[in-house]
Structures are given as C-alpha cells and as structure tokens.
C-alpha cells in the first residue's frame, strides 16, 4: 500500500500518484471493459487519452519556451 500520510495537501499529478491507486490517471474516475494507455498510463476512455496528449504536448512546449529564454 501506498504511504500518502507524507505527501502534502494538494493535487498529485500523473507522475506523483502511487502505482497502487486503481483509476484513472486523468480523472481518477474506474476503468470500464477496455483500458486506454498512453506512455504506459492507464486511462480509462478516449477522452482522457485526449486530454492526457494535450497536456503532454502543452507542457513540451512550455519547457521548450523555459529553454530558449
């Protein structure tokens, strides 16, 4: 089991979330009949695999832009 009496009082993103949490790493909601995966991240529906590659792409660009400044 995961020990989250350390972490702090906020938002875990995909990266921080413990591996042992059963839901989605988007919307945290329950996996149906058919499991998504991006990057080896379980996601539960197309939607989220959506969501998930827009927040991967809006992020490189971002720390493309951190880089060049």
Known sequence: MCDT?????RRL???ERCPSIKGCAVCGGKFGLIR???WRTALCSKKCVDRFR?????DRRWLFRAQVA
Do not use: D, I
């Open 5 to 9: 009496s350390q972490l702090p009082e």
């Open 54 to 58: 827009t927040r991967r792409e809006r």
């Open 36 to 38: 998504y995966y991006s």
């Open 13 to 15: 993103s995909e990266s």
